[in-house]
């Protein structure tokens, strides 16, 4: 079974970060430091399918389970990142029930999606039996990031064999015309992660969410989001390198 479920079906909150650098080396450092899962950010970050393959190898040398940011709801890169053994994908900028029910048949095997059958790499990681497991086995997220989304919520919640909701609050506070980015006090901002959280807890989905921020991540798991990305491995290396170039630039 992916190993999130069992986190979550224990009802704690996993922990995840994003990998934006191109790097099967950094991919490791990172999968060793001990995350419930990493998420490959093919949208933002700034890897091709290659780089991205090399790091869901560095990856399984470790129990952290690799997920991907996919670039867009794509079906032919949706399939080519679970053939390559991704154990979920997150969808941005979905904007309604009919793009959820593309993306979960992208990742589905017939009769209820399209997927094709040639799970390459996914076989050898997970097995002989990986196409019957593979409904289990495969996480399907729809990125909850856009004013549209906000008000599609209970249709976008309702597409059957979706796995659950990610809150995009950067890109969601951009739409919703907000000036501060992603603050999750904003009492605009906070209606909708309410709304997402109860819809959530009605379909029986996962609730997940991005944040750039460490204190909000307690938050966040507090008020009941399942899985909770926290930042990405750039942002964590230039916090790191800029620490240290103040502490040795005032030095005596
Ligand atoms: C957003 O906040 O828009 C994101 O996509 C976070 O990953
Ligand atoms: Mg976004």
Redesign the pocket.
Known sequence: MNPLRKIWAEGRTSFDA?LSIPNSWSAEVMAHAGFDSLTIDMQHGMMDFQTTLNMLQAIGNTDTVPLIRLPWNDPAITMHVLDAGARGVIC?TINSAEEVEALVSACRYPPRGFRSYGPLRATIKMGPDYAKMARQEVLVFA?I?TATAAAELEAIASVPDLDGLFV?????SVSMGLTNL?DIYDPKLKEVLDRILATCKAKNLIAGI?TGKMEDAKTLAEWGFNHVSHTHDSAMLTEIAKAKVKFLKNLP
Do not use: N, R, T, V
């Open positions: 994003f941005p990125m990031e995009g609050p950067y890109d969601l992603a991005f």
